[in-house]
């Protein structure tokens, strides 16, 4: 099964590189991996520097950053060069030396060709910046908001709002199916709740692939992601006209909270021109 990696990326840098390095040592053969660079041009000469066999996409630069497209861009070039399976991976994460080999395991198992793919996320701490190959299995940790199940295990999910786009794997039919990210979406949060809505309302099942690491690395984030604000209220106002419930309703709560959003059965509306 051709397996190819999908990397959207601006910026992060130290991140993709990282990434890269952990890709290098992974047990699966015949891996690819796609990078679409969202208008950073230094990604070309990083990658040129490195060595690197990725394959390189650029877009212009645009704001806020076209993620859904960029992942769309990414998985076309993918199948084009004849992947079967297609494996995501926020810049962002490192992927532990299995985790492509046993995403490629589960694709296989009867019952899991049109599911969507989630593997365990650890999100390293401050302290843990550089860490990289084996050092990773003393840190690992998953959210204990996802799912954790056993190595070698596959776990049906039934709640589709727990999927992320941080790690995940999809066939390329599946991919087809769906039709990708809905490119409605631009900037930050929405876009990958909305694909789950898409494959749950299409039938698609939601696998939980025990052992299929990722490592978040380190980076200043703020809890609500208030520098996100007006992504989000974009982003849940376009969610909320295609599925009629509101997403990220974490963050709108929080937001609302700190009287930055006003938002009821049917609308939703910042308040505040600064944060608070």
Known sequence: MKTVVVTVVSGRHEHLAAQMRGLGT??????EHVVVSMGDNMIADLLDRTGSPAIYLEMPAQHP????????????AAIDRGAELLVFLDVDCIPGPETIERYRRAATLPGNERSLLCGPVTYLKEKDIGAEGEVLNSLTA?????PNPPVDTVEHGDNFDLFWSLSFAVGA???AELGGFCEDYTGYGGEDTDFAATAEASGIGLRWVGGAHAYHQFHPVSDPPVEHLDDIVTNARTFFDRWGRWPMIGWLDAFAARGLVEFDGSRIRRTADRFV
């Open 26 to 31: 992974s047990t699966a053969e015949q891996v």
């Open 173 to 175: 039919a599946t991919w």
């Open 142 to 146: 998953p959210h204990p908001a996802r």
């Open 65 to 76: 950053l076209p993620l859904a497209g960029a992942r769309n861009l990414g998985a076309a």
